[in-house]
């Protein structure tokens, strides 16, 4: 039995949740809270549930999935097609490439496309896709998963590709774990959650989770960051399985991860310091460019704040640029627009490589965390 | 009343057939033509004197048999031969000598049945705690040969008594423990030979001439590890573990020298041990010190992994002869083949491994390392000169000289840091 007062806080968001649905349509999406002042949603297009969408590097187009594969453009409402439907799609930075991953019986098949639809560059790989991003405009990282069925459990494997679009990609194992054969009986897809990345927005880092299966305790996830160009590790924090891993801080100094039961962290994950605390599991996660807006179990968040609540199995993807927020709710795609914010800073190349040296360095070993400090505060005066 | 006196007499047959087990002549009139020589040799075994038909070691699931599964291994013998187990569980023999540790199922091309060499069938647990990065870098086949056919001996008594003998005269023939006692890294078997010990026992039989058997297997001992004073990679024990061995070898010798005669001999082998250590360690330092200058070639992190330390340099036990780099392998050759015959044919009292095979190869080791490493820091020299006008590169290469230095307590922390803000220092003013 509910307590009475929470039974009632409990009837009324239901009520009020229902009335919304009621007064705005099964099309529209629900929202609890107000919007803040500026702030509007549009429904854009219908599209596959579950589907992937990400908006190109400018902020101009979108790829998603609506019976097929297209590029829609929120501006006119115009869609160009792009054939069949991908699971997992992603823009080069420079917007002129598009990376998509097919199913491939239990394997993958990579596509590169150019803006005409026209595939560059193909390539099978073992594993189910469950993220790529692009490092660069000319290499691609993708994680796959593949589960091998023994008789007394299963072999988890997280193999991070890298391919630059040219011959076969090259794997790394970041992750292998032998469980037992209860989990090996999971859904796939929840074994597949079991491994993601995030790349940080220097393109220098990830940070992943691996998969643990302890004997006599609960199954868990690592979230580790790796340093690309090292190969240099670090655990950072563990998490539920249900958990969305961890997203980059703009500055790629931070971490925001879900712990998939109780809340999302704030976390420099150097000095292991907790920098604040979001009171919801971070089982979906996305942040803003600017950091100042965060769309966590679908519920957004201003500078830590919650600000409305779209239902929990919405997913987003913030528009690069800022100000904008794409949020999938069931089979359709709406956008929230006139989130303000301060645009990111973009340091200059050649500040960019030297700084990236002195990350490489301390993901080694070879400077402290108070070397770098110290050393990046009188490289870069701020 | 006489029929159930049958039907009761009828059932007691049959529960004696079922619980006896079958005999062994269930089983020769097949192998006869069969395995002709297995039968030959258990007919003229202790075995077969004492009526110990083929099924009690082997089993009666034939169809495992077939298949390699049933092997007779320790488990089998350790029963009826309690003392002998013991005795070779204690010793070096016995402990977890059985190569391996460390899963090959992920290796490329792997034989699935050579799971059995680290695993029972059907658990996750390894048989044994040793690590063996050259077992892992070999393939199914060569392990079972060049590993197994010697490094089952923890777990197999045939490993030397062979499968079907029982005959006392063959383990008890140093070409027994020939097999394996012999070759490039640990020639003991030839040093014995060649020795006056070796040439006795072949001119005057075994009264004059000890064995293998007779100093390290005293009284039949199945401890083989009696009166040793260091590991089998030659590092000396520390004096708590040397001391009473040494007390242990001196007597077996006492039984035919004179106690100080003996004394002064080993103590010899333990000073020709300690020099060539020496000389093994200035060529080992000279490897870590190209390493922390990045100058091997390859580094450790640009070859394929070492199976049990990843891509770091190994100079120990676990070195390995392949996916290193020239210098790497030289020094090799050095402590696994030279400094191991030097002091080996020292304690085995042969003068020629001793001093021709080891302790002249060993100083020649070093010449060739010493040559290798000047060319290896020549060649940097234009490496360095480049990396001038590529600052971050000289920094980085410096603060990995300095990290792996602390790291193996050739430089303080105090030393350290203040090394480390001078490159950084340096990185900076580049910068402007």
């Given at each position: 039995?509910?307590?009475?007062?929470?039974?009632?806080?409990?009837?009324?968001?239901?009520?009020?949740?229902?009335?919304?649905?009621?007064?705005?349509?099964?099309?529209?999406?629900?929202?609890?809270?107000?919007?803040?002042?500026?702030?509007?949603?549009?429904?854009?297009?219908?599209?596959?549930?579950?589907?992937?969408?990400?908006?190109?590097?400018?902020?101009?187009?979108?790829?998603?999935?609506?019976?097929?594969?297209?590029?829609?453009?929120?501006?006119?409402?115009?869609?160009?097609?792009?054939?069949?439907?991908?699971?997992?799609?992603?823009?080069?930075?420079?917007?002129?490439?598009?990376?998509?991953?097919?199913?491939?019986?239990?394997?993958?098949?990579?596509?590169?496309?150019?803006?005409?639809?026209?595939?560059?560059?193909?390539?099978?790989?073992?594993?189910?896709?469950?993220?790529?991003?692009?490092?660069?405009?000319?290499?691609?990282?993708?994680?796959?998963?593949?589960?091998?069925?023994?008789?007394?459990?299963?072999?988890?494997?997280?193999?991070?590709?890298?391919?630059?679009?040219?011959?076969?990609?090259?794997?790394?194992?970041?992750?292998?774990?032998?469980?037992?054969?209860?989990?090996?009986?999971?859904?796939?897809?929840?074994l597949y959650q079991t491994f993601t990345f995030a790349l940080s927005p220097l393109a220098d880092?990830?940070?992943?989770?691996?998969?643990?299966?302890?004997?006599?305790?609960?199954?868990?996830?690592?979230?580790?960051?790796?340093?690309?160009?090292?190969?240099?590790?670090?655990?950072?924090?563990?998490?539920?399985?249900?958990?969305?891993?961890?997203?980059?801080?703009?500055?790629?100094?931070?971490?925001?991860?879900?712990?998939?039961?109780?809340?999302?962290?704030?976390?420099?994950?150097?000095?292991?310091?907790?920098?604040?605390?979001?009171?919801?599991?971070?089982?979906?996660?996305?942040?803003?460019?600017?950091?100042?807006?965060?769309?966590?179990?679908?519920?957004?968040?201003?500078?830590?704040?919650?600000?409305?609540?779209?239902?929990?199995?919405?997913?987003?993807?913030?528009?690069?640029?800022?100000?904008?927020?794409?949020?999938?709710?069931?089979?359709?795609?709406?956008?929230?627009?006139?989130?303000?914010?301060?645009?990111?800073?973009?340091?200059?190349?050649?500040?960019?490589?030297?700084?990236?040296?002195?990350?490489?360095?301390?993901?080694?070993?070879?400077?402290?965390?108070?070397?770098?400090?110290?050393?990046?505060?009188?490289?870069?005066?701020? | 009343?006489?029929?159930?006196?049958?039907?009761?007499?009828?059932?007691?047959?049959?529960?004696?057939?079922?619980?006896?087990?079958?005999?062994?002549?269930?089983?020769?009139?097949?192998?006869?033509?069969?395995?002709?020589?297995?039968?030959?040799?258990?007919?003229?075994?202790?075995?077969?004197?004492?009526?110990?038909?083929?099924?009690?070691?082997?089993?009666?699931?034939?169809?495992?048999?077939?298949?390699?599964?049933?092997?007779?291994?320790?488990?089998?013998?350790?029963?009826?031969?309690?003392?002998?187990?013991?005795?070779?569980?204690?010793?070096?023999?016995?402990?977890?000598?059985?190569?391996?540790?460390?899963?090959?199922?992920?290796?490329?091309?792997?034989?699935?049945?050579?799971?059995?060499?680290?695993?029972?069938?059907?658990?996750?647990?390894?048989?044994?705690?040793?690590?063996?990065?050259?077992?892992?870098?070999?393939?199914?086949?060569?392990?079972?040969?060049?590993?197994?056919?010697?490094?089952?001996?923890?777990?197999?008594?045939?490993?030397?008594?062979?499968?079907?003998?029982?005959?006392?005269?063959?383990?008890?023939?140093?070409?027994?423990?020939?097999?394996?006692?012999?070759?490039?890294?640990?020639?003991?078997?030839e040093m014995w030979q060649t020795s006056l010990h070796g040439t006795l026992n072949a001119t005057?039989?075994?009264?004059?001439?000890?064995?293998?058997?007779?100093?390290?297997?005293?009284?039949?001992?199945?401890?083989?590890?009696?009166?040793?004073?260091?590991?089998?990679?030659?590092?000396?024990?520390?004096?708590?573990?040397?001391?009473?061995?040494?007390?242990?070898?001196?007597?077996?010798?006492?039984?035919?020298?004179?106690?100080?005669?003996?004394?002064?001999?080993?103590?010899?082998?333990?000073?020709?041990?300690?020099?060539?250590?020496?000389?093994?360690?200035?060529?080992?330092?000279?490897?870590?010190?190209?390493?922390?200058?990045?100058?091997?070639?390859?580094?450790?992190?640009?070859?394929?992994?070492?199976?049990?330390?990843?891509?770091?340099?190994?100079?120990?036990?676990?070195?390995?002869?392949?996916?290193?780099?020239?210098?790497?392998?030289?020094?090799?050759?050095?402590?696994?083949?030279?400094?191991?015959?030097?002091?080996?044919?020292?304690?085995?009292?042969?003068?020629?491994?001793?001093?021709?095979?080891?302790?002249?190869?060993?100083?020649?080791?070093?010449?060739?390392?010493?040559?290798?490493?000047?060319?290896?820091?020549?060649?940097?020299?234009?490496?360095?000169?480049?990396?001038?006008?590529?600052?971050?590169?000289?920094?980085?290469?410096?603060?990995?000289?300095?990290?792996?230095?602390?790291?193996?307590?050739?430089?303080?922390?105090?030393?350290?840091?203040?090394?480390?803000?001078?490159?950084?220092?340096?990185?900076?003013?580049?910068?402007?």
């Amino acid at each position: 039995m509910l307590p009475y007062r929470r039974y009632r806080s409990f009837t009324i968001a239901s009520t009020f949740y229902l009335a919304i649905l009621l007064v705005t349509g099964c099309a529209r999406l629900p929202i609890v809270g107000a919007l803040p002042d500026g702030v509007a949603v549009t429904r854009l297009t219908r599209v596959e549930p579950a589907s992937p969408f990400a908006w190109n590097d400018g902020g101009t187009k979108i790829a998603l999935v609506a019976d097929t594969f297209v590029i829609y453009n929120p501006a006119d409402g115009k869609s160009q097609p792009f054939g069949a439907a991908p699971y997992e799609i992603g823009w080069s930075s420079d917007g002129e490439h598009l990376a998509a991953v097919f199913p491939h019986g239990k394997d993958a098949t990579l596509r590169i496309f150019n803006m005409r639809g026209a595939v560059l560059s193909e390539a099978d790989i073992s594993g189910h896709v469950t993220k790529l991003a692009w490092r660069s405009n000319d290499e691609l990282l993708v994680a796959a998963v593949t589960v091998e069925q023994l008789s007394f459990g299963a072999n988890v494997k997280g193999l991070l590709y890298r391919w630059q679009g040219i011959g076969k990609p090259a794997a790394t194992t970041l992750s292998e774990t032998t469980v037992r054969p209860f989990i090996a009986r999971w859904p796939a897809e929840k074994l597949y959650q079991t491994f993601t990345f995030a790349l940080s927005p220097l393109a220098d880092e990830i940070a992943y989770t691996r998969l643990q299966d302890p004997p006599a305790f609960s199954p868990y996830v690592k979230i580790f960051i790796r340093n690309m160009e090292s190969g240099a590790e670090k655990e950072v924090a563990s998490a539920a399985v249900t958990s969305a891993g961890a997203v980059y801080s703009a500055d790629g100094e931070r971490i925001l991860y879900g712990d998939g039961a109780n809340a999302s962290h704030w976390l420099d994950p150097w000095t292991e310091k907790e920098l604040a605390i979001i009171p919801t599991p971070g089982r979906t996660i996305a942040l803003s460019p600017g950091n100042r807006y965060a769309l966590i179990d679908g519920r957004l968040y201003r500078d830590g704040k919650e600000v409305v609540a779209f239902p929990a199995t919405s997913e987003g993807a913030f528009n690069p640029i800022g100000g904008r927020l794409l949020v999938r709710y069931d089979d359709n795609l709406y956008m929230i627009s006139g989130l303000g914010e301060p645009k990111a800073d973009k340091t200059v190349p050649a500040e960019r490589e030297r700084f990236l040296t002195l990350r490489k360095w301390r993901s080694e070993g070879l400077i402290s965390i108070p070397d770098y400090q110290s050393a990046r505060e009188r490289m870069f005066p701020q | 009343m006489k029929n159930r006196f049958a039907q009761l007499a009828l059932v007691v047959i049959a529960a004696l057939s079922l619980s006896l087990p079958a005999a062994a002549e269930d089983c020769i009139p097949c192998h006869r033509e069969k395995t002709p020589a297995a039968v030959r040799q258990w007919e003229t075994s202790a075995h077969a004197r004492a009526k110990i038909g083929c099924e009690k070691c082997h089993g009666s699931d034939h169809d495992k048999i077939v298949k390699g599964e049933a092997r007779v291994d320790m488990k089998v013998c350790g029963p009826c031969h309690q003392k002998a187990f013991k005795e070779h569980k204690a010793s070096r023999h016995g402990m977890g000598l059985h190569s391996g540790w460390g899963c090959t199922r992920n290796l490329a091309n792997r034989d699935p049945a050579e799971c059995r060499f680290c695993h029972e069938e059907g658990s996750t647990a390894p048989l044994s705690g040793v690590q063996c990065a050259r077992f892992l870098k070999q393939t199914s086949e060569m392990a079972e040969i060049g590993c197994n056919y010697c490094h089952n001996v923890e777990s197999s008594c045939a490993s030397c008594h062979t499968n079907h003998n029982t005959s006392l005269a063959i383990v008890r023939d140093p070409n027994s423990c020939a097999k394996c006692h012999m070759g490039p890294d640990h020639p003991q078997w030839e040093m014995w030979q060649t020795s006056l010990h070796g040439t006795l026992n072949a001119t005057a039989g075994i009264s004059t001439g000890p064995t293998c058997q007779t100093c390290h297997m005293p009284k039949g001992s199945h401890n083989v590890s009696f009166g040793i004073t260091m590991s089998s990679g030659g590092a000396p024990y520390p004096a708590k573990q040397a001391e009473p061995a040494r007390k242990e070898m001196l007597q077996i010798c006492s039984q035919c020298h004179a106690p100080e005669f003996a004394r002064k001999d080993l103590t010899r082998g333990d000073a020709v041990r300690s020099q060539s250590l020496t000389i093994l360690k200035e060529a080992e330092k000279i490897i870590w010190d190209l390493s922390d200058h990045g100058l091997l070639d390859p580094m450790p992190e640009k070859r394929p992994e070492h199976p049990l330390s990843g891509r770091k340099l190994v100079t120990d036990n676990q070195m390995l002869y392949e996916d290193t780099s020239h210098i790497e392998r030289l020094f090799f050759k050095m402590k696994k083949y030279d400094y191991a015959r030097t002091i080996k044919g020292a304690y085995h009292q042969n003068p020629a491994y001793t001093h021709w095979y080891g302790n002249a190869e060993l100083k020649m080791d070093l010449v060739d390392i010493k040559a290798e490493a000047n060319r290896l820091r020549e060649r940097s020299g234009a490496h360095v000169a480049g990396n001038g006008e590529n600052p971050a590169a000289a920094a980085e290469e410096a603060l990995r000289a300095l990290k792996s230095k602390v790291e193996r307590g050739a430089m303080s922390e105090e030393e350290y840091a203040v090394e480390k803000a001078k490159v950084l220092d340096r990185l900076k003013g580049s910068a402007k």
